[in-house]
């Protein structure tokens, strides 16, 4: 039986993880580089602001507004889509 994914607890350490991933194979994708250091920033604020680990649904549910939520939405699907090079 096939195991799932480790998801760390914190959702701030897949994107921190990520990030560290992406910068250490940097070859011309700038823009997920651009879209993790972004999602970086917005889950340590939110961290700071709940005074705990964040989770995915905490970066969607404070969106303010419509266009807020399409735009992180568009950063996490940046996070999780497959690494086009391997």
Do not use: K, W
Not at 41 to 54: F, M, N, T, W
Not at 57 to 80: K, N, P, S
């Amino acid at each position: 039986m096939r195991q799932p994914p480790h998801l760390p607890r914190d959702f701030l350490e897949e994107v921190e993880a990520a990030l560290s991933e992406t910068a250490a194979q940097i070859s011309g994708d700038h823009r997920r580089f651009a879209a993790l250091e972004e999602l970086v920033g917005v889950c340590r604020q939110l961290r700071r602001d709940l005074g705990r680990p964040v989770n995915v649904f905490d970066v969607m549910r404070t969106a303010q507004g419509d266009a807020e939520r399409q735009r992180r939405h568009e950063l996490i699907c940046t996070l999780r889509e497959p690494d086009s090079r391997g």
